[in-house]
């Protein structure tokens, strides 16, 4: 049976937001339908539960608070789930809940999950303080200031992550593809609330308009039109939809913005139940736009993103252009508990218009590009008192190498050795930013080249999978 309009509204809650005084980002909604029915066929177990309560309440030595015992047990249960997106949200965490739903918050702004025990950055949020960090998809969080998170849930560990406006933490990163780990200090802020952002391209005489999604917020849906009608009314030849870095956000968001483009003889969205009965989603629009449209993804669309994604490129027939996206497939529920607490659980896989299931593997894109190398090199971070100089031979010169050869000064060579190519390539970079030119890399060095690598990736000259982009909605 089709359903032209859902009969529920629900959430795709894609992880936490590490932010200030709870720091917790969540997006869900939850109707008549999605309602949640508890079962008393084993209550009579829960007199041991609750022997111990009482045990441990009024006897322990550590003199337990009773609210601390119920929430330490409600995270127990959840643990026992080996579910990473399933969590107890204490008041702190559920009042960011609903600052992120109006796009307003403080901290890092960087998406974390739990991924194989270790907090998982899935994207930064644009032009936010861990973008500036260089924080990056997939980095993995082993330390905060020097404290290991080894063991802690998700909750915890971003209670240590989070601060006030202002303060800086100290974050020991694990980064795939870089053996040593990552020391990135950085200083908590104002989160940007904007979420779509406008531009256009030309090429061969033809105009691209480009809408950037960098989350599904409340207000997104609207600003989406928004830029939308405004491109339109310019006379744009096509369209380009970027959700590159995208955590995700509210499912209802991404609907409001499909039924622009999906029409309505495929559904745009599956939902599975833990009995395996599925519930089908389609738009009410009747056929398509006038103009050719892709869309961007990246390993930082996750979610709600790759459901934006699955729909355009199967229910729509869109190309999907970039790299293989972060992959999470299941759909959460927020349940308000006593004390302004939530209970967040898993309740349902999404699958795309196909029927496929996504999680853990990601939606691949039709066209596969690679950024340039630079685009993945990392901070170059030294002992004290140490120096990269000539006839060294080490992976942080190879990264030093990519890093140069990304800015225009040729090093010769990207494979860690230091020779006089690469001398002469430092000392012309250490003279055109006016910094003493003796060819060898200090700490003052590194820090500016990584800073110009970073200012070079946000001017998107070298661009490849937007290029690659622009190409294909223009082919012949």
Not at 82 to 97: G, H, I, K, R
Not at 389 to 405: A, E, H, V, Y
Not at 428 to 437: S, Y
Request: net charge negative; charged share 25%.
């Amino acid at each position: 049976m089709q359903i032209k309009k859902a009969t529920f509204i629900i959430a795709i809650i894609v992880a936490l937001v590490v932010g200030a005084g709870g720091s917790y980002a969540y997006t869900s909604y939850a109707g008549d339908e999605a309602g949640l029915q508890s079962s008393s066929r084993d209550s009579g177990n829960l007199s041991e539960v609750e022997n111990a309560y009482e045990l441990i309440k009024d006897n322990a030595l550590a003199k337990p608070d009773a609210q601390q015992l119920q929430n330490g047990a409600i995270q127990g249960m959840l643990e026992t789930l080996n579910d990473p997106y399933s969590s107890f949200l204490d008041e702190a965490s559920s009042t960011q809940l609903n600052q992120q739903l109006e796009s307003s918050f403080e901290g890092i702004g960087a998406e974390v999950s739990m991924v194989e025990d270790n907090v998982t950055i899935v994207a930064p949020i644009k032009d936010s303080p861990a973008e500036d960090a260089g924080l990056r998809p997939n980095d993995q969080v082993l330390e905060v200031d020097g404290d290991s998170l080894q063991g802690l849930n998700l909750q915890e560990a971003v209670g240590k992550i989070r601060g006030e406006k202002g303060t800086t933490v100290t974050l020991s990163v694990k980064r795939p593809g870089v053996s040593e780990e990552l020391q990135i200090d950085v200083t908590r802020d104002e989160i940007p609330v904007e979420t779509v952002y406008t531009d256009t391209k030309e090429l061969n005489g033809q105009t691209a308009g480009i809408i950037e999604i960098t989350s599904f917020s409340e207000n997104t849906a609207g600003e989406f039109e928004t830029a939308l009608k405004k491109l339109e009314a310019d006379n744009i030849d096509g369209l380009i939809i970027d959700v590159r870095g995208n955590p995700g956000g509210i499912l209802t968001t991404v609907e409001e913005i499909l039924k622009n483009f999906v029409p309505s003889e495929k559904p745009y969205l599956q939902i599975e139940n833990k009995d395996g009965k599925k519930q089908e989603f389609y738009t009410e629009l009747d056929k398509k736009k006038d103009y050719p449209i892709n869309v961007l993804i990246d390993e930082g669309s996750a979610s709600a993103s790759e459901i934006l994604a699955g729909a355009m490129n199967q229910a729509g027939g869109y190309e999907l252009i970039g790299k293989t996206s972060f992959g999470k497939g299941t759909v959460q529920q927020t349940v308000p508990l006593e004390n302004e607490s939530m209970l967040k659980l898993t309740l349902y896989k999404w699958l795309t218009p196909n029927g496929d299931w996504i999680h853990e593997k990601g939606i691949k894109p039709t066209v596969k590009v690679e950024q340039p190398e630079y685009f993945y090199s990392s901070p170059i971070q030294l002992d004290e008192n140490e120096t990269l100089k000539f006839n060294d031979n080490n992976d942080k010169i190879k990264n030093l190498q990519i890093m140069l050869d990304g800015l225009g000064y040729d090093p010769s060579r990207k494979d860690g050795f230091f020779n006089e190519k690469t001398a002469a390539a430092v000392k012309q970079f250490q003279q055109d930013q006016n910094l003493q030119a003796t060819g060898e890399v200090n700490q003052e060095t590194a820090d500016l080249l990584q800073t110009k690598i970073i200012e070079q990736v946000r001017d998107g000259k070298h661009d490849n999978q937007m290029d690659k982009a622009l190409q294909e909605l223009f082919a012949d």
